[in-house]
């Protein structure tokens, strides 16, 4: 199994480790519950470097990802982030990403368990472009929570003076990082997978530890957060894990991710007309949220029913810490009205399915 | 270090077994499986009367991360199912040896302790894992 540069930091903090993506990384450190909560109302550190970190380098990266990514790439300004869904022909899904316009570069961050399959496939698709893999050599650490920002701003240093709080939702710029004694040269984004406001920091690897312990030294609020709840708080917002709601079998439109498709964009992309066919006569299956009732969470692979046939499948649930009852969602037939009652079928019992609009949790000001 | 207590048997998918004086054998798990779940969400035992298995699974526990199997360490007819594990599993985790016990078991034969592991044997077992 692999070992993110953060390992003893995590053994040092406690941290129950698991297998996830093949890397041993924290699930909790704590209790989960107590995580979750901590980065709703506080802030949470999190150990990213297990995603991968990929340059694009190349005379026209912009061309070169156009025609590999379902999002508009010609359309992102610099500093900019986007989350985009990398297809193949048949509209199935490779994985999904962020597509980062540095001033002066791009870079793609790629879920752990995709890295190794999505570097041949970029050497083979990329014209005139191919990727520089910065997984190793680069850390990211996020801290999310609404304490984030005003925790973070005195030590972070941007170009012409620009402070953190102006840094808007889904931007990316360069960073000095005044958080370890030595000022540190790397890019900070305010994206995150919590639904909370936060920040992913990307600081070279042989600081990553220092950086680390210093984000959770930031105050008493803030604590090291595992896996475990990076999945309710993601579960929550409403926001697909590749392997759960995400896989090849499964295309974005499906998904509800039309957002994150250019269909329609003037360079066509792998994928492209697969997707376009599905969204004219509509997909087959859609995702859908529920609450269960009873306590027993509903967990991915549970038969969803209606009048006894199965109509449809959980792809992740799990008690809400937010919410306090069991959350869930999953694929149903297109068929099915919304309205209709539906049960899931847990073994010995069959709880009913109710209705619930996705995201399950949204939180109050959406910074801009 | 997980606590092992000497006066019962073990199983090395983590659960005890602990013989009374009226010769009903209580089960439940161990310290260490309890830490290993994480905090506890639902429980499915089975009811009285019903029948378990040696090394069979006898009912399931679940964290708010994921499911595990409970297999019984021990053959035998069940005679009492601790009911107030259903509303809440906390004993399970404050007081596995105790309070957390999940069933009492008449068994099928009198030979039952001769499959398990001894304290000794258990902790060793945790020692090298």
Known sequence: MKKTVLNSAHQRHGARLV?????????????????????????????LCHMGRFEVVGD??????????????????KGQVCYSLVCQEDGGIL????????????????????????????????????????????????????LAVGLLAPHIERPKGRSLET????????????????????????TGYTGEDGFEIYVDSEHAEAVFDALVDLSDDVHPCGLGCRDT??????????????????????????FGVGLHKTTPFIGQS???????????????????????????????????????????????????????????????PEDASLQVDLGRQTPDLKPHPLPFYRRETEKV | MSEVP??????SSHEWAQEGDDGVVTIGITEFAASELGELVYIELPGEGEDVHFEQQFGEIESVKAVSA?????????????????????????????????????????????????????ESQLNNS
């Open chain 1, 19 to 47: 297998e996830f993506g093949g890397f041993e990384m924290p699930v909790w450190y704590s209790a989960l519950t107590e995580e979750h909560h901590t980065v709703r109302k506080q802030a949470g550190v999190f150990d």
């Open chain 1, 60 to 77: 026209d990266p912009v061309t070169a990802l156009d025609k590999v990514l379902t999002r508009d790439v010609s359309s992102m300004k």
């Open chain 1, 95 to 146: 994985d999904d990403i962020l597509v980062y316009r540095l001033p002066d570069r791009w870079w793609l961050v790629v879920n752990a368990g995709n890295r190794d399959k999505l570097l041949p496939w970029f050497e083979e698709k990329l014209e005139g472009a191919h990727i520089v893999d910065h997984s190793e050599s680069l850390a990211m650490v996020a801290l999310q929570g609404p």
């Open chain 1, 167 to 190: 840094l808007g939702y889904y931007r990316v710029g360069a960073a000095t990082v005044n958080l370890t004694g030595t000022p540190l040269q790397g890019w900070i984004s305010r």
């Open chain 1, 233 to 258: 708080l993601r579960l929550e917002a409403g926001m697909p894990l590749y392997g759960h709601e995400l896989s090849e079998q499964i295309d974005p439109i499906s998904a509800g991710l039309e």
């Open chain 1, 274 to 336: 697969a997707l376009q066919e599905i969204e004219s006569r509509g997909p087959q299956r859609r995702m859908r949220g529920f609450t269960v009732d009873g306590r027993r969470p509903a967990r991915q692979g549970a038969a969803i029913l209606h009048e006894g046939k199965v109509v449809g499948e959980v792809t992740s649930g799990s008690p809400s810490p937010t919410l306090g009852v069991a959350i869930a969602c999953g694929y149903v037939d297109s068929g099915i």
């Open chain 2, 6 to 11: 000497a006066d019962r048997f073990y199983l």
């Open chain 2, 70 to 122: 409970l297999n019984s360490p021990l053959s035998g007819q069940v005679i009492e199912s601790n009911a107030s594990l259903l509303d809440s599993q906390e004993p399970i985790t404050d007081s596995p040896f105790e309070e957390g016990w999940m069933l009492k078991i008449k068994p099928a034969d009198d030979s039952w302790k001769d499959q398990l592991m001894t304290p000794a044997d258990y």
